[in-house]
């Protein structure tokens, strides 16, 4: 059987490709966030597999979740008809717990057409607004695109920082090293 993430990828790359068409990329992003914390949760999934309800019932109860989730406007809740749609394809071939891989899916596209990256920056204390700016400018100037910069606070770090940005990790933290220290001294 495929994974979730081979399953995904078509949902997610049509979700784009009709977001793009129809200038709604933030729109259909927010929306499939709300759809990707509504699946995790595990029992709505549980939910749609009772296999008394049909999927006219399985498509009223999501298009009243997203409604209520995401207000009245949201892509899945009724407003689109491509998001309607899609709906009615996932429950119609039992693949709505892909939910939240075509979510991350379709950000990483979104990422791509944007020509942004989102980076977090995990440091043993908190970042102030010249030292966010730098570390945003330098990974600008490194990478070649626009950031979306988040910052977390790790006690466990001692000193410095980590930097993910997708596939690259900085690690200049204090612990990086004397764990690269330590590795060095036993190998």
């Given at each position: 059987m495929a994974d979730n993430n081979t399953i995904a990828r078509p949902y997610a790359r049509a979700?784009?490709?009709?977001?793009?068409?129809?200038d709604a990329l933030d729109e259909v992003s927010a929306s499939l966030a709300v759809g990707r914390e509504l699946m995790r949760d595990g029992q709505v999934e549980k939910f749609l597999a009772n296999p008394s309800l049909s999927n006219e019932a399985r498509l009223t109860f999501l298009t009243d979740l997203f409604r209520s989730a995401d207000g009245e406007d949201s892509v899945f809740g009724g407003r689109s008809e491509h998001g309607l749609n899609t709906l009615k394809l996932l429950l119609e071939y039992r693949r709505a717990s892909v939910f939240p891989e075509i979510a991350d899916h379709f950000e990483v596209l979104k990422a791509e057409?944007?020509?942004?990256?989102?980076?977090?920056?995990?440091?043993?204390?908190?970042?102030?607004?010249?030292?966010?700016?730098?570390?945003?400018?330098?990974?600008?100037?490194?990478l070649g695109r626009n950031i979306k910069l988040?910052?977390?606070?790790?006690?466990?770090?001692?000193?410095?920082?980590?930097?993910?940005?997708?596939?690259?990790?900085?690690?200049?933290?204090?612990?990086?090293?004397?764990?690269?220290?330590?590795?060095?001294?036993?190998?």
């Open positions: 979700c784009f490709e009709v977001a793009q068409q129809e057409a944007e020509n942004t990256v989102d980076v977090t920056v995990t440091s043993a204390t908190a970042l102030n607004a010249e030292q966010e700016q730098a570390i945003t400018g330098a990974l600008k100037e490194r988040s910052t977390r606070v790790d006690e466990n770090l001692i000193g410095g920082a980590v930097i993910r940005a997708g596939d690259v990790v900085i690690d200049g933290s204090l612990r990086g090293r004397l764990d690269g220290l330590a590795n060095a001294l036993i190998g």
